[in-house]
């Protein structure tokens, strides 16, 4: 939880003695939407984060929304300025994420979500981290054991699935692969823990157990607009005001971002070789046309640009 402006920050030496899960350095590799919040609450947490991403700017974007939101926080009166001034140096842009890795207690994956993509970064950070390094993967659906199985430590490699936005949302879904050892996860446990998140234990499975039931819901509300059963706003209404949802499910594909959640029903379909999780036409036109939701401008519904 963000604390109050008169609180004293963090000091090293407090930071050093709650960590027992041996982790001080991470590296972020994606500087999205969910690397940029990863990166922010490891840099809160008083640990330090190299950032790294193919795109030459994403970086240097995600730095400006982080300090967007530290700036908000202070306005607000959640932060203060000796806080904020603390954070910040801690999170360093890494050039080669290859040398990056060679120093890191533990990587936390947010890239594209492309299975060979992923594999073949999981396949470099085994051979360039060091050995007692942690891999983790914020994967929303992809295989944890297949990403694992890229590497030469398949014991070390775990799913840390954040949620959207991280800085605000308690949940992280720490996913077991087939061999992940009992180690990572009892380590990965205790860094959630200091990140001021809850973490909850599951085994792999497509989609796990969050995304295995949202995405439907999802892919149902759009298949309901293009049926034309109902608005956009009726649709979110209804499950707003009659499920106590805090979010409709479009403004929340919006927010997720309508590749990601293509990308997941794609994963849920095949790997579970059910038709149940077809992705809705409207939905793959929609990706298709670049409307992606928040990130991209406009989604369901428009936004002002965000990045
Ligand atoms: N968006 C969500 O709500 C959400 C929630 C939970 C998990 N996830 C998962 O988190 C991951 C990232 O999602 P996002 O929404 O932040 O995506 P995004 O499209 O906002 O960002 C992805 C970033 O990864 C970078 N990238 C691509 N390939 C790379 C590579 N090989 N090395 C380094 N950087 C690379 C891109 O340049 C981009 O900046 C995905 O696996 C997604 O499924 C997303």
Redesign the pocket.
Known sequence: MPSQQDDPPVSEAEIKQENDDGIDSVLV????????GIAQVVAEAGLRVAW????AT?VET?LGRIEAAWRRGIEKGRRSEAEVAAFRPRIVPAVD?AVAAATADLVI??????RP??R??FGMLSESAPARAILA??????SITEIAGATERPGQVIGL????PVPVLPLVEIVRGLRTSDDTVERSVALCLRLGKTPVVVNDAPGFVSNRILMPMINEAIVTLSDGVATREAIDDVMKLGMAHPIGPLALAD???L??CL??LDTLQNDFGDDKYRPAPLLRRMVAAGLLGR?SGEGFYRYDRER
Not at 52 to 55: A, E, F, L, M, V
Not at 137 to 142: R, V, Y
């Open positions: 590799v994606g500087a999205g939407t969910m690397g940029s790294y991403d193919t795109s994403a995600g994420v994956e947010a890239i594209v979500e492309e993509v992923k073949s970064l993967s914020n994967t929303s659906s992809l699935h954040f949620f959207n927010l997720i971002g590749d990601v990308h997941i990130k």
